[in-house]
């Protein structure tokens, strides 16, 4: 989760954050999975015409980016 590979699943936010000592922030990291879901399907909409490979190419960088944030903010929030 810390490198951006993968979304992660509403339970490893729950694990990460209870490691992590932050579990106020379960919440806030819940709906910034839903959000990145709605917004990849809002994309994956848009973006119908370029193509499946550019599409899933593009959606990833972004999610990662956003992913990696978010380990970010919890590391620091230590």
Known sequence: MEHGGKTPTEEELRVWCRICDTEDQIPDLIATVRSIHSMYQEF????HAFG???SVALYGKA????????????SSAK
């Open 44 to 47: 994956r909409r848009q973006t």
């Open 63 to 74: 999610a990662r980016q956003i992913i990696t944030s978010v380990a970010e903010e919890l």
């Open 52 to 54: 499946h490979l550019a």
